[in-house]
């Protein structure tokens, strides 16, 4: 039996170690569904994964990766069939389950959608559990009535990350016009380049006065940070528009004040990747292989090999990883 990679983590004296080892079928979970994994991604939950932090994962050895994308090997569901093109993410994979740091991952058919027509497996990672949440927080902000044709200006926290990247390029596509919000001054031009029409420093965010109700500013907001960011914008939401919150890299204490909602009618949307039911999953990823200009999507995207995660797992916790990065398992 041939093998493969894998990015294995152990747990020793409460420190998590990683190191790349060589598998076989036989090494892998029990599954429905065994596949020939051709690209995964680097998200900050998985940065999380690398570092041990969050207990994100209750038992060790473990493969992290909680996306990723390739063909079907061998299969005991109707569902899907050997050569069937797949992305696997959310439903805790990576996380309780092994994911796709590896060469072949097994899984649960209920955890696959079809790989788009339009997209490679590189390209699909490309856009990743990030861009999806992107585009699941841009769907639930039109639920609320946001249209291109709205007045105002919809924001972007966290612009420069891989969740903010493609935010604005997806709603500076769709027609928006889209402030870009960044702790990262170096940034500008690259966020320019994907449509973003003003740049903010997050600094400027934090030192908005601290009243409950502020100008309206904002047609709408992604917020991939949390924390004190998300407290502050709220202040200046415009009269029944609202925040999808996707992130709390910058903390999960919220200090808001009740008064948009009460006297704007603003609504705070939750919105979270992992638990997307199955047909709402499958509508985003359809429109993300529309919406997005798929050449543009290389400017994001940089690649790496298994060896390199634990350092970009380090970075990604520090904000120094621009855009996506995508894994080939195969390669060395």
Same mark, same amino acid.
């Given at each position: ?134 585009? $699941? ?56 380049? $994907? ?38 914008? $709220? ?98």
């Amino acid at each position: 039996m041939s093998s493969f990679p894998a990015l294995m983590l152990n747990e020793e004296d409460g420190s998590v170690h990683a190191s790349v080892r060589a598998l076989t079928d036989d090494d892998l979970p029990a599954g429905e569904i065994t596949l020939r994994v051709a690209y995964s991604t680097l998200n900050y939950k998985d940065g999380m994964i690398l570092n041990g932090l969050g207990r994100l994962v209750k038992s060790y050895p473990h493969i992290p990766g909680v996306d990723f994308a390739g063909t079907v090997e061998s299969s005991d569901s109707p569902a899907f069939r050997p050569g069937d093109k797949v992305i696997c993410g959310g439903w805790r994979v990576g996380e309780l389950y092994w994911g796709g740091y590896a060469g072949k991952a097994r899984v649960k058919a209920d955890w696959l959608v079809p790989l788009p027509a339009k997209l490679t497996p590189r390209r699909a990672m490309a856009i990743g559990t990030a861009g999806l949440t992107a585009m $699941l927080a841009v769907m639930a902000l039109e639920d609320a009535g946001l249209t291109p044709a709205t007045d105002g200006e919809v924001l972007v926290t966290g612009a420069a990350g891989g969740l903010g990247s493609i935010a604005v390029l997806l709603l500076s596509r769709m027609g928006y016009n889209v402030t870009a919000s960044t702790g990262r001054a170096s940034q500008r031009d690259y966020l320019l380049s $994907l449509g973003a029409t003003t740049i903010i420093d997050r600094a400027e965010i934090a030192t908005l006065p601290t009243k409950p109700l502020l100008s309206e500013r904002w047609a709408g907001i992604i917020d991939g940070v949390g924390g004190s960011t998300l407290s502050h914008v $709220l202040s200046s939401l415009r009269a029944r528009a609202a925040v999808a919150a996707c992130g709390n890299v910058g903390g999960v204490r919220f200090e808001g004040n009740v008064l948009p909602f009460l006297l704007r009618g603003i609504s705070l949307l939750g919105i979270d990747a992992v638990m997307c039911p199955t047909p709402r999953r499958i509508t985003a990823w359809a429109r993300l292989a529309e919406v997005l200009p798929l050449d543009r999507l290389d400017i994001l995207t940089s690649e790496a090999h298994l060896a390199d995660l634990p350092s970009l797992g380090a970075g990604i916790l520090k904000g120094q990883v621009r855009g996506r990065v995508v894994i080939d398992p195969h390669a060395v």
